[in-house]
């Protein structure tokens, strides 16, 4: 079996983009229900001109959906303290305020919170999972070394361990692989992929100095900090090449990309990858390639060998 597909709520109220109100929202909830996609991924802090506007659309719009968040963090900061209690509490019952639910599936922590005791972080969330809040809690963009010591918190108290790990994977990003993954196997977590095109990266736009209306226009709100996230002569040199090489042999590299993800990737059946969107078009395009079925060995090679050629820049990236 394949890994689930959950749909990112990232782009909703984001301009430039489709999904700027609840009429707009609702052909969108609309198309996810109609391709079998029922769970939600939303966060906080979205979209960044307007936090918590994306949480509002998904509680406007979209009933009888899985729904899971993250806690809100201002990236002004370095993340000390939002796994405090009372941060963690006032950001989450803002949230269900705004979802218009009693809980959640999954809450994440959005990243590490470097100045909160762990164990109090880790108490935390399980006092939220008690009081009937959530299903189950998750970790975001935190270290593999961090990871381990919650987990042993967990185990030294009794405590529900986090059930999913949330991060960034695809053909350009797959640091998990190597410290990330035996870790997650070994706790009997599972994984959330999101970023499967690298935030758009991976169609060869950018790459190729075509980016007017993607995210990494200047004009969006999100525009420079995805082209520092993925600038470097190496890194487009690669991309670049790997896209002339599968436009030869008929593909296209979103096509190669997904496909690798679905089938030859890490993930197993009870993994996630996260989809984005910010046109309906593109969640019709997307989900049409997911099922697809996999890649040649001659196309593999194309995927493994563009690994190898970024690994050194971005290998400890999760």
């Known amino acids: 079996m394949s890994p689930k597909l959950k749909f990112?709520?990232?782009?909703?109220g984001m301009a430039p983009g489709s999904f700027q109100d609840t009429g707009s929202v609702r052909p969108l909830v609309s198309t996810l229900k109609e391709l079998g996609i029922n769970h939600l991924d939303t966060v906080a802090r979205y979209p960044p001109p307007s936090p918590g506007l994306a949480e509002e659309l998904v509680g406007e719009t979209a009933t009888g959906f899985i729904v899971d968040t993250k806690?809100?963090?201002d990236l002004r900061t370095d993340g000390s303290g939002d796994l405090g209690k009372e941060k963690m509490e006032k950001s989450f019952s803002e949230s269900l305020d705004r979802l218009k639910r009693e809980r959640v599936n999954i809450l994440y922590?959005?990243?590490?919170?470097?100045?909160?005791?762990?164990?109090?972080q880790v108490q935390n969330f399980t006092e939220q999972i008690r009081q009937g809040y959530c299903k189950h809690w998750g970790v975001s963009?935190?270290?593999?070394?961090?990871?381990?010591?919650m987990l042993k918190i967990c185990d030294e108290n009794g405590w529900q361990?986090?059930?999913y790990y949330q991060g960034s994977y695809s053909l350009i990003t797959r640091g998990i692989e190597t410290k990330l993954l035996p870790i997650f196997r070994s706790a009997g977590m599972h994984f959330n992929s999101y970023q499967p095109l690298a935030a758009g990266f991976l169609?060869?736009?950018?790459?190729?100095?075509?980016?007017?209306?993607?995210r990494f226009d200047p004009a969006s709100p999100v525009g420079n900090v995805m082209q520092k996230m993925f600038s470097g002569d190496q890194l487009m040199m690669a991309v670049k090449k790997f896209d002339a090489a599968v436009q030869e042999k008929g593909l296209t590299s979103p096509e190669v990309a997904i496909r690798w993800l679905m089938h030859h990737s890490?993930?197993?059946?009870?993994?996630?990858?996260v989809l984005g969107a910010s046109r309906i078009v593109q969640v019709y395009a997307t989900v049409a390639l997911t099922k697809k079925g996999p890649l040649e060995d001659e196309?593999?090679?194309?995927?493994?060998?563009?690994?190898?050629?970024?690994?050194?820049?971005?290998?400890?990236?999760?």
Not at 141 to 149: Q, Y
Not at 266 to 273: P, T
Not at 299 to 318: H, M, N, P, T
């Open 71 to 73: 806690l809100f963090t």
């Open 141 to 149: 963009n935190i270290p593999p070394s961090v990871l381990e010591e």
């Open 266 to 273: 890490v993930l197993d059946d009870e993994d996630g990858i």
């Open 299 to 318: 196309v593999l090679a194309l995927a493994e060998e563009l690994w190898q050629d970024v690994k050194s820049l971005r290998g400890e990236i999760f």
């Open 203 to 214: 169609t060869g736009k950018f790459a190729n100095n075509d980016y007017t209306g993607t």
């Open 8 to 12: 990112s709520t990232s782009s909703l």
């Open 161 to 163: 361990k986090p059930r």
């Open 109 to 120: 922590s959005h990243r590490a919170d470097p100045a909160t005791p762990l164990k109090e």
